[in-house]
């Protein structure tokens, strides 16, 4: 009986990994066609500035709407992506459609707002990205100074010496570099202060720790003091609450971003002050 169980068990286990694989697969083959269908699309979401409470910049997340899936989370496909050199044409695509659709937000809102993207580990690899930005730049006219390219913590420990020789190429083209989920990795704090880096992003899973626990709020004070120190603007990602964007304003954190102040969207609202 217990064997028969077991089988049992072990059967839809094997069924739920054949469907898995087999939409992953399914997922890599399409994601190879979507850049020439209407499938990717770019969510902005609002960067505000504590002081003004406006907001300056916003962040472009890529977004893919499968005619079959519906929507496939970033976890996912980029995921997918970056096993391959998928990610390769897949950011290039990105960073094409962002610097053209910032354009209609500038002429629509605010002529200085500013666009943020993010780079995948194996981006910084590629020996065509600084071609591909510097063209994304030349085709736009986007003023290099109001792109910003954000790069996770662990991507730029996974090979710190091609990540110092690509954010020094992606620097002299006058962009600029933020240090992404700052907090989750493991990186030697000097090697990474070492890089020229303009922005650091604090992770998410601090600004919720903020207002419920004390630890988060001394954790957030050193992270802010420690960046200011060498120049650093300082952004916190995740802000969910009023109260958590009142702490921070005391803290002297520079920039905020989060579904309290905006969601992701196709067409953001970048006119509220906060
Ligand atoms: P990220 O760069 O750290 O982006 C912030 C993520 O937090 C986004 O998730 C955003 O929707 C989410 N978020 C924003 N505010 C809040 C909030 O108040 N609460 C919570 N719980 N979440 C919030 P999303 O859009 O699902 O993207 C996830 C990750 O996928 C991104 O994290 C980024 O690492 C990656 N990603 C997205 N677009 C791209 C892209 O074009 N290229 C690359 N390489 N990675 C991308
Ligand atoms: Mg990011
Ligand atoms: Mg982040
Ligand atoms: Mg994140």
């Known amino acids: 009986e217990a064997k028969t169980r077991g089988r049992g068990r072990h059967a839809f286990f094997d069924v739920d990994l054949l469907e898995r694989t087999q939409r ?17 699309w770019v969510a902005y979401q609002p960067i505000v500035d504590l002081r003004t409470g406006r907001t300056t910049m916003v962040e472009g997340l890529l977004r893919w709407t499968h005619p079959r899936y519906g929507a496939i989370p970033p976890i996912e496909f980029i995921g ?12 290039v695509h990105m960073l094409r459609k962002a610097t ?21 580990a194996r981006q910084l690899d590629d020996p065509h990205l600084v071609t591909a930005v510097r063209e994304a730049l030349r085709t736009t006219g986007l003023p290099p100074n109001d792109l910003c390219l954000e790069i996770t913590e662990s991507a730029l420990m996974r090979d710190p010496t091609i990540a110092a020789r690509t954010l020094a190429a992606l620097r002299d083209l006058g962009v600029r570099l933020a240090i992404d989920d700052f907090g989750t990795g493991y990186s030697s704090l000097a090697q990474l202060l070492t890089l020229p880096l303009d922005t650091l992003k604090i992770d998410q899973s601090f600004t919720a720790g903020l207002g419920k ?9 050193s992270i802010i003091a420690m960046a200011h120190a060498v120049d650093l603007t300082v952004v916190a990602e995740g802000v969910e609450h009023a109260l958590q964007l009142d702490i921070l304003r005391r803290l002297g954190c520079d920039q905020a971003q989060g579904y309290h102040l905006g969601r992701p969207s196709a067409q953001p609202d970048l006119d509220r002050v906060f």
């Open 24 to 40: 992953r697969l399914q997922l890599e083959q399409d994601l190879r066609q979507a850049p020439r269908t209407d499938q990717l």
């Open 80 to 91: 997918l992506a970056e096993e391959s050199d998928l990610i390769n044409v897949v950011g």
């Open 100 to 120: 053209g659709e910032i354009l209609d937000l500038r002429a629509d809102h605010n002529p200085d707002l500013g666009l943020t993207v993010n780079l995948s």
């Open 213 to 221: 626990s004390d630890d988060a709020e001394a954790i957030v004070t």
